[in-house]
């Protein structure tokens, strides 16, 4: 029997003209069959026979529907017997064993046949393997299920995030009005004030966690491998979270194990949200009680050690049925807790896959409702040689003194506020900060002045950020250079860093980021 590749192309000449009829039926790639008028089949085309593998003799009469898969097989049989019956035309679909006794997909099509006086002479019908087809179709239907899902989430996340943004916006906006039309002690206008802030970074926090979302989304986020110290990142993370703690009534501590080592190599900026996430959302869900980070080290190999936090809290706890839910984008675990703490939903998803990019792990270690929950970010790093193990507390750390202390610092920025913004900003740190208010000033104060580090705006009147940076790199190649920008978008990080400078840092920014961030780049120029 010919395989339908050995078929050869030049059959008009080869077949004999009498043939012809029974070699195109044969030879079409569809799987003919005839029946009796009993319903009894009597025919099956060659392409029948290579499909199924199985001799004529054994598929003819109804033997044939032995290979109908056994789920099909009734329905198949009633279907057939009652259109043979009735002499109905019908299309049905089934599945068939093939010779490999694998199960494909049929159509199958059939109608009666009738001889030139009207006489009945049984069936004649066909079957497709329509299997790739429906396999396309499942995929389709799953993938068009997949995109109704995400898109009633995405809905429900939008909604979400609006009602995130607002809510700060309204008071920022609200006590801003009232800040300028009535009049008020300098004790209230400051308590206004710190509101506005307080709002102003939970707005931004908002913002920056939907554009990384949409970075890990993309594959986009790498970890940086600079050398930090510990201590001062959890001192930053004890400053900041104390005060939150205490505006609940909570206890918040941070236990270190005897032998964490200070210097160590990984993405402290990274590390520092990761922290602030889990950190925040025990304040957020505990009413009663207290937040703690337990940090404990175990060393690996040579100069790796396993970093682990533990953010223990004493709150609402999360439900078994809910606790693989947290992790995945816009999980919450339900709309009257969302409803009640607020939230986005993106915080843990985003934490999970940065503890993944930094090459380590963040879980939920256990949860009770009512009781509490602990959560476990871990992380291998390297550690710098000499580094001491960290035996101070907190408080002795407090006192160290910061490591931008007697640093030069240029500004250069055409708005008053943000060069006065960020000269405060640094003002505590022991940095000198002088500012300039256009690129040509600031230019003729390079050449007059050596300073650590220039930190310029991008989108200033006269001459742009990139110019100043260009006409500075001309007389001076190594001082650090840092764009400060409004644009957070990847693609305006990126051509910052191409066109030569040494870091970008997204505007707007808080003191302590802005200071950890400046005190990084010269650490790094340092270490080069
Ligand atoms: P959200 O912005 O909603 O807090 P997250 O991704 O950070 O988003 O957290 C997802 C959900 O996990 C939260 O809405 C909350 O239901 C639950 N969750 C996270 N941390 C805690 C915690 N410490 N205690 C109780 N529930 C928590």
Request: hydrophobic content about 35%; some cysteine.
């Amino acid at each position: 029997m010919n395989s339908y590749s050995d078929r050869s192309a030049d059959w008009t000449t080869s077949v004999q003209p009498k043939y012809l009829k029974e070699y195109v039926i044969d030879s079409l790639p569809v799987l003919i069959w005839q029946s009796d008028v009993n319903g009894l089949y009597t025919y099956f085309n060659s392409s029948w026979i290579e499909f199924t593998g199985r001799p004529l003799e054994h598929e003819i009469g109804l033997g044939w529907m032995k290979s109908i898969h056994p789920e099909d097989y009734q329905r198949c049989f009633e279907f057939l017997q009652k259109h043979f019956k009735e002499k109905k035309s019908f299309e049905i679909e089934y599945r068939l064993q093939d010779s490999e006794r694998k199960y494909r997909w049929m159509m199958g099509q059939g109608c009666p046949q009738y001889d030139s006086s009207g006489y009945y002479l049984g069936f004649i019908g066909y079957n497709i393997d329509v299997s790739d087809y429906k396999k396309h179709l499942d995929d389709l239907q799953m993938a068009k299920q997949a995109a109704d899902a995400a898109n009633i989430i995405k809905t429900e996340f939008l909604a979400n995030v609006s009602h995130e943004i607002r809510s700060p916006m309204s008071i920022i906006l609200g006590f801003a009005e009232i800040m300028r039309d009535e009049n008020m002690s300098e004790l209230e206008r400051q308590d206004l004030l710190t509101r506005i802030l307080r709002n102003g970074h939970q707005l931004l926090n908002i913002i920056n966690d939907v554009l990384d979302v949409s970075k890990v989304e993309a594959n986009k986020i790498e970890a940086e491998s600079i050398q930090f110290s510990l201590y001062y990142l959890l001192q930053e993370i004890h400053e900041l979270f104390d005060i939150k703690s205490q505006e609940k009534n909570l206890i918040f501590k941070i236990n270190l194990s005897d032998s964490i080592p200070d210097l160590v190599k990984s993405d402290p900026t990274r590390i520092q949200q990761i922290l602030t996430n889990l950190i925040s959302n025990s304040i957020k869900f505990t009413n009663k009680g207290e937040v703690t980070l337990t940090v404990t080290s175990s060393p690996i190999e040579n100069n790796k050690t396993y970093i682990s936090f533990d953010v223990h809290d004493t709150g609402i706890g999360i439900a078994p049925e809910y606790q693989n839910k947290i992790f995945k984008p816009f999980g919450q675990v339900d709309a009257t807790i969302s409803r009640k703490y607020g939230g986005t939903g993106l915080g843990l998803f985003l934490s999970y896959r940065l503890a993944q990019v930094l090459g380590g792990q963040l879980a939920l270690v256990k949860s009770q409702p009512n009781e509490g929950s602990t959560f476990q970010f871990r992380i291998p790093v390297e550690v710098a040689e000499a580094s001491p193990p960290v035996q101070l507390t907190l408080t002795h750390h407090l006192s160290k003194k910061s490591p931008l202390y007697g640093i030069k610092i240029l500004i250069v920025d055409d708005a008053e506020e943000n060069r006065l913004l960020f000269n405060r900003f640094f003002s505590q740190t022991g940095a000198h900060v002088e500012s300039a208010s256009n690129g040509e000033i600031a230019i003729q104060m390079c050449q007059q002045n050596k300073y650590d580090i220039i930190l310029t705006d991008i989108k200033m009147p006269g001459m742009d950020g990139y110019t100043v940076l260009k006409k500075i790199r001309q007389f001076d190649s190594k001082t650090p250079i840092v764009a400060l920008t409004a644009h957070a978008l990847t693609t305006e990080k990126d051509k910052c860093l191409q066109e030569g400078f040494s870091e970008h840092i997204t505007k707007p920014v808080n003191r302590q980021s802005l200071i950890s961030q400046v005190t990084k780049i010269l650490q790094k120029k340092t270490s080069k």
